[in-house]
């Protein structure tokens, strides 16, 4: 059973950035790849960023592909989601997520394990 605790979240000026953490326990941290998502009032969740197990493979979402980088560390067992140039239409709850497969998944249905979210919100 992994356990993810997210932090990092606020508010923020359109244009500024926040930096996301997510620190995971229980659970052998290299085994799992990992997913940002978001959830905005109303909508459905959606797929923001994954990185594979070794970090050898990232991939995001076209809506924040160049503003978005996100990174693990084995050594802390913490993923991050570097955020930059930020806008109000990225204002929502931010979740990170574990699964265990091989290749990217932006479905959150295909993923096991999640944090309880952290929220962002980005003013104009």
């Known amino acids: 059973q992994v356990q993810l605790v997210e932090s990092g979240g606020g508010l923020v000026q359109a244009g500024g950035s926040l930096r996301l953490s997510c620190a995971a326990s229980?659970?052998?941290?290299?085994?799992?790849?990992l997913g940002w998502f978001r959830q905005a009032p109303g909508k459905e969740r959606e797929f923001v960023a994954h990185i594979s197990r070794n970090s050898d493979n990232t991939y995001y979402a076209d809506s924040v592909k160049g503003r978005f980088t996100i990174s693990r560390d084995s050594a802390k067992n913490t993923v991050y989601l570097q955020m930059n140039s930020l806008k109000p239409e990225d204002t929502a709850v931010y979740y990170c997520?574990?699964?265990?497969?091989?290749?990217?998944?932006?479905?959150?249905?295909?993923?096991?394990?999640w944090g309880q979210g952290t929220q962002v919100t980005v003013s104009s």
């Open positions: 229980g659970g052998a941290f290299t085994m799992y790849a």
């Open positions: 997520a574990a699964e265990r497969t091989t290749t990217v998944r932006i479905d959150p249905r295909e993923y096991d394990y």
